[in-house]
Each structure stands twice: as C-alpha cells, then as structure tokens.
Nanobody, 115 residues
Framework: QVQLVESGGGLVQAGGSLRLSCVVSGSIFSITTMGWYRQAPGKERELVAR???????HYADSVKGRFTISRDNAKKTVYLQMNSLKPEDTAVYYC?????????WGQGTQVTVSS
C-alpha cells in the first residue's frame, strides 16, 4: 500500500487554471504508473490522465490539450496542471496508481469551476 495526499483544489472561474499536487509515500513510486482520477456528483470515478515511470503520458479526450500531468520522483509527487477549466471539470480529484491495484484512495481535492 502507498498513501496519497492530494492538494491544490479550489474554486475558480471558467477559463482559469489550477495546479494539483499529490504526495505519495512508499518506495515503489518511481517505478509505477500514476494517474489523476476525478469523480463528479452522481457519476463514476474516471481516469483523466496518467504518466508512466518513463514519463509517457496519456489523457482522456475530455481534458486533452488543457491538462498536463507530470511527476517529480525525487519529491515523490505527481502534478496536474489544469488550464482553460470548464464547469464540467467540477469534481473531486484523486491520484492513485494505474491501475489502482486496490490501493486505498486518499481524501481527494475538490475542484469547482463556476460559469
């Protein structure tokens, strides 16, 4: 198990930006694929971005071109830079392994985009 602590969410107007951070405990961080997920009210959790240990990234179509995932292995931290935010990006954002392998989820960070 690894522990995950997300931060950086908040309230922002449409078109604005936020940067999320996720600090990860555990020695396997540098060799794992990490991802950012989100869950909007009444919807299932979805994977929006992932990054491999080799820094290969992949994005959901809904965020492609607006979100950028990155990682700092020395700091055991994963980031999600979110630009051109839309109201439909409103959700609780979580980081976790990809796939999650049943790892315990963190508390997430709330992102609210007003129109």
């Amino acid at each position: 198990q690894v522990q995950l602590v997300e931060s950086g969410g908040g309230l922002v107007q449409a078109g604005g930006s936020l940067r999320l951070s996720c600090v990860v405990s555990g020695s396997i961080f540098s060799i794992t694929t990490m991802g950012w997920y989100r869950q909007a009210p009444g919807k299932e959790r979805e994977l929006v971005a992932r990054i491999t240990s080799g820094l290969i990234t992949h994005y959901a179509d809904s965020v492609k071109g607006r979100f950028t995932i990155s990682r700092d292995n020395a700091k055991k931290t994963v980031y999600l830079q979110m630009n051109s935010l839309k109201p439909e990006d409103t959700a609780v954002y979580y980081c976790n392994l990809v796939p999650d392998y049943g790892n315990t989820w963190g508390q997430g960070t709330q992102v609210t985009v007003s129109s």
